[in-house]
Structure formats: C-alpha cells, structure tokens
C-alpha cells in the first residue's frame, strides 16, 4: 500500500455528514440537536452545552447522549471537531455561502446556483466518506459473482438500471428490478456465489429490503447502497456502501441523492473493471462495433 493509499483509508469522515447520515437513527430530542449543528455547524462549535440544548428544547443530558450516539465522548470533543473542521473549511478555497433550500422568491441564477452546489458538495462528500475496505470487498464479490441482482425502486430503479447496464457491457450476469414480484421471484433463484445489490437512499424502502431480504436468505451476498448506515435495510446487508447527499426543496430522493448513489456505482463499476481487465476491453470492444452502425457518419470513427 502506498502512502496516499493509506492516508486515503485513514482520512475521518467529517462530523457534520456522520451527523447527517445517523440523524434517522436518533431519538427525536437528539434529532433537533443534530439539525441544529448539520445546519449551523460553526455557529454551533462556539455555543455551551447549556447554549445548544436550549436552542435544541431539550436538556444537556440529552446533548450528552446525543454525543455518544455519534461516537464522540463528549460535548467538549463534539466542540473541537467541529471547529476544527470548520476552520479546515475557512482555509480552503473561497466559497460562496449557498444555502440547500430554494424559496419561491429565488430567480433561476439563484436555483442553478444552489442545485449546482449541492450537487457538487453530494459527490465531493460521498467521495470522502466512502470506505474503501468495504467497497474493495463488494468490487471483489461482483468480479467473481455468477450472477448480480440488483434492487432498486423509484428516483434508486434508474441508478439500479445504470448499474446493471454497466456490467453487462463487461461481460457481467446481471439483472435490475424494480417490481416487487419479479425481484422476489428472481431472489428465489439466487444462491451462494451470486450478488444481490439493494439499492435505496433512505434505506426504508419496504420492496427493495424484501427482495434484498430473500436474496440474503437463499445463500447471496448482500450489498446495500444507501444514504444512513443504521436504516433498516443495513441490517440484513452483508456489506454497506454509503452516500452523503442533502436533499433541497422539491428534490427529496430524486437528484443530488441519485448523482451520489452513480457516483458510487461508478467506483464499483471502475474497481470490477480493472479485476477483469482483459474481458472488460474485450467486451467493450465488442459492444462498441455491435452498435457503429446505429451512429450518425460523421460520429462512426468515434469511440
């Protein structure tokens, strides 16, 4: 491993997107004490104990309680963490502030602005807080599957679609399946070897964990790509992949979630291909020619 390999699999996840990504999992009370930091997280590393509970209607206790459920052993490291990131983000290049809500006063300067912002920041901190142990092991089980399932309903069937076109251009078995019957008759079938992939941002999805559950059941192993690494349907998953998406106005699971969850099918997608190098040219070499024809004259020397 290489010093940037390891710095890579050493780096922390920042504290305002675990904050975000356990949020789901949290009692109400702690909740309002997350929402309060995701949103104001510099605001929030200057504020006491005392400060922040009142914001947040609940008492210090609950902060406190509130720490541990993050992983933090108190109030004063959740402080430091949170300063210390946000100088980190102080130093950096020069952003513009925009926040992840568009208003109905906004012109369409300010709604581009803020929808290409938040779309940018969900694949920069996917890209950061993705595991690469987990994602070696998945990339590892899809190279070697016999067959790949993939689930995936709503804005997650188009991802699950894009995934499953993927490997099949490389030569890979592999289904995708948004309608609940066909996914379960389909996980019916699989076995020890094959690979079933869930796919849902917020991870509640009932018919992407029933077909992810049955899959599991008949010997598959079971990979989840999700949003919050505590959702119901990372309890049955054999591995968890995560995004880090913040959703605006008009968009809940549809667009900055759906670009993080390709952005992480395309790091799978990468890691297959070059553990089957060799097929992967071949077939793609082949699927190319298959379709030259299908293209404009002028377009035909193109790859």
């Known amino acids: 491993m290489t010093g940037t390999e390891a710095a890579d699999r050493s780096r922390p996840i920042s504290t305002v ?25 510099a605001t929030a590393a200057a504020m006491t104990i005392t400060e922040l509970a009142r914001r947040a209607h609940t ?40 926040g992840s809500d568009i208003s109905r006063s906004d012109d369409l300067a300010q709604v581009v602005r803020t929808i290409a912002f938040a779309d940018a920041r969900a694949v920069e901190e996917t890209a950061a807080q993705l595991d690469l142990d987990a994602l070696g092991r998945v990339v590892a089980a899809i190279a070697e599957a016999r067959r790949i399932d993939i689930y995936g309903v709503g804005a997650s069937a188009f991802v699950a679609q894009d995934f499953q076109q993927k490997l099949h251009r490389i030569g890979l078995t592999a289904f995708a399946w948004s309608d609940l019957h066909v996914a ?19 991870g509640t999805t009932v018919d992407t964990i029933e077909a992810f559950t049955e899959a599991g059941r008949r010997g598959a192993t079971t990979v989840a790509l999700t949003n919050f690494p505590k959702s119901p349907i990372t309890r049955v998953a054999d591995l968890v992949l995560t995004t880090a998406a913040r959703e605006t106005t008009f968009r809940s699971g549809a667009m900055a979630s759906r670009l993080a969850q ?18 992967t040219r071949t077939a793609l070499e082949a699927t190319r020619e298959a379709v030259r024809n299908r293209r404009t004259r002028t377009d035909r020397g193109r790859s």
């Open 59 to 98: 008492s210090e206790t609950t902060v406190i309680r509130f720490c541990r459920a993050i992983g933090v052993a108190g109030y004063p490291e959740l402080r430091l963490r949170l300063a210390a990131e946000a100088g980190r983000a102080h130093d950096g290049p020069a952003q513009e502030a925009i």
């Open 262 to 279: 390709l952005t992480v099918v395309d790091c799978v997608f990468v890691g297959v291909a070059q553990r089957t190098y060799e097929q």
């Open 184 to 202: 379960l008759t389909s996980a019916a079938l699989l076995r020890g070897g094959d690979v079933a992939v869930g796919i849902s941002h917020t």
């Open 17 to 41: 997107v675990r904050i975000r990504g356990l949020l789901p999992s949290l009692s109400r009370a702690e909740q309002r004490v997350g929402a309060i930091i995701v949103d104001e997280a």
